[in-house]
């Protein structure tokens, strides 16, 4: 059985549906570039952990690293959540409409 790849759409979802996974991003987000020892301090979770979720986040598309020596930093690539905002506006117009629709309904029975 062929699989076929998943899109990037649910690529992206799946890195960022772990809260852990989410924490992580959020805190390289927040810095311009942050190491792994960073990360972890202070996280209540492991290196490798902390490693582990960096890697699924690099996959994704959402980090960037860079070696120096034997550190890696890594940053945020704000590119990579791309395919999630561009599915969000698509599914925006819809729920745009379907409040539009609902105002409308709601004059009509309580003027």
Known sequence: MIEAAP?????????????TRRA???R???STEISVAELTRGS???QGAISQHLKSLKQAGLVAE??????????AAPQGLEPLVSWMDHYSVFWRERFQNLRDLLKEIDP
């Open 28 to 30: 390289v987000f927040e």
């Open 44 to 46: 209540g979770v492991t």
């Open 24 to 26: 992580v991003f959020e």
């Open 7 to 19: 899109n990037p759409v649910t690529t992206v979802m799946r890195a960022l549906a772990d809260p």
């Open 66 to 75: 860079r070696a120096e020596g034997r550190n890696v930093y890594y940053r």
